[in-house]
């Protein structure tokens, strides 16, 4: 199928904060070809963290410029996320899929349903961490949110768990290597779907006859 021109495909990975999206999409990125899949970078009003670059984790922007890209239908989709505000750039997501380029999107729960109304023929990848109580010491080491913020995020959990049904697939982060291999077994098993490109397959098998 590779001799055949197709666009990129647009893999939405998401699940519950903590389930571990950013670290699989990080190794995810990491073993791959830029030509062939890339991560999106979305606009945000949150501060950046300690290390984090603009334009390399996150835009980061102010409310005024995020509220000025929603007005110009900037955003594939956008969703406020514990009291910030977080959006996918449309053109860009569009342009890699033209030229042929996969396109990773690590976002939460509404956003990804978001996407699945603008553009159902993504494939929709579920993060679960393995047990609440690991759920929660992961949150708790990553050293990124107070106690408060982290039984807020466990209890919204349960309610993100009911929307589990809409996605394609349900990746378990038990253990990381395990969970990276499944996720990347799952980007090449979608480019084995057979599509109508296959018809221009077999039309060149029949010319080389
Ligand atoms: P999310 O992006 O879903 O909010 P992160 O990728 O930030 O989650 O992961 C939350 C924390 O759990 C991080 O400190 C990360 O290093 C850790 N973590 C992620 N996956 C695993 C794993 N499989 N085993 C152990 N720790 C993990
Ligand atoms: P953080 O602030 O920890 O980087 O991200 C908080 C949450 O926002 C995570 O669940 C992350 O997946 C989600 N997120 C990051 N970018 C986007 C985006 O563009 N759209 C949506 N809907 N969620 C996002």
């Known amino acids: ?18 389930a571990g999206k950013g670290t699989i999409c990080s190794r995810l990125l990491a073993d791959s070809d830029p030509e062939r899949m890339c991560l999106s970078v979305s606009m945000t009003t949150r501060a950046p963290r300690e290390g984090e670059e603009h334009g390399v984790h996150y835009y980061f922007v102010t409310k005024e410029e995020f509220q000025e890209t929603i007005a110009s239908g900037g955003f594939l989709e956008h969703a406020e996320v514990y009291g910030n505000c977080y959006g996918t750039p449309r053109e860009k997501v569009l342009e890699k899929l033209a030229a042929g380029t996969d396109v990773v999107l690590e976002i939460d729960i509404q956003g990804a349903l978001s996407v699945k109304k603008a553009y159902p023929d993504g494939i929709f990848i579920f993060i679960l961490p393995p047990s609440m109580s690991i759920l929660r010491k992961r949150l708790t080491g990553r050293g990124t949110d107070s106690m408060e913020v982290i039984d807020m995020r466990l209890s919204k959990t349960l309610e993100e768990l009911s929307y589990i049904e809409e996605y394609d697939y349900v990746v378990v982060n038990g253990e990381l290597e395990e969970a990276v291999s499944r996720v990347k077994a799952i980007t090449i098993a979608e480019h084995s779907r057979v599509t109508e490109n296959i018809h221009e397959l077999i039309e060149r098998y029949k010319e080389e006859i």
């Not at 199928?1 to 903590?18: A, C, E, R, Y």
């Open 1 to 18: 199928m590779d001799q055949v021109k197709h666009t990129g495909k647009l893999f939405i990975i998401s699940g519950p904060s903590g």
